[in-house]
């Protein structure tokens, strides 16, 4: 497997990883400084398939998390989710790539 084909497969899998923020969802999240999230509570989310972008209750419109809220930093953006959402994705891109070469035999 050649690092082209490797470098194309995890551009293909950021760009899936950003556009999967269009996934709205929810998630578990743990604000200490938030009354009735100390120890923990349901908030929006979006990213797929591990929700990388968080609704942070205390600063942003809530049951919404977007990624122009994570970039004005009203919502929370989660860097290891995010990167094993673009791995997920990369992934995929590479069975893709080698179904497609294989099928074109």
């Known amino acids: 497997m050649g690092i082209r084909r490797i470098s194309i497969a995890l551009l293909w899998g950021l760009a899936v990883a950003l556009a999967s923020s269009a996934y709205a969802g929810q998630a578990q999240a ?4 938030i009354m009735g999230c100390e120890h923990g509570c349901t908030v929006a989310a ?3 398939p591990l929700p990388y ?3 942070y209750p205390g600063i942003s419109v809530v049951g919404s998390a977007s990624l122009m809220g994570a970039l004005t930093g009203e919502d929370q953006f989660r860097l290891w989710s995010f990167l094993g959402t ?3 994705w990369a992934l995929v ?3 893709a ?3 497609w070469k294989r099928g074109r035999r």
Do not use: H, K, Q, S
């Not at 743990?30 to 400084?33: F, G, N």
């Open 93 to 95: 891109a590479l069975a």
């Open 53 to 55: 972008l968080i609704d």
């Open 97 to 99: 790539g080698a179904l």
């Open 30 to 33: 743990l604000y200490a400084e």
């Open 86 to 88: 673009t791995i997920f």
């Open 46 to 48: 979006a990213g797929w």
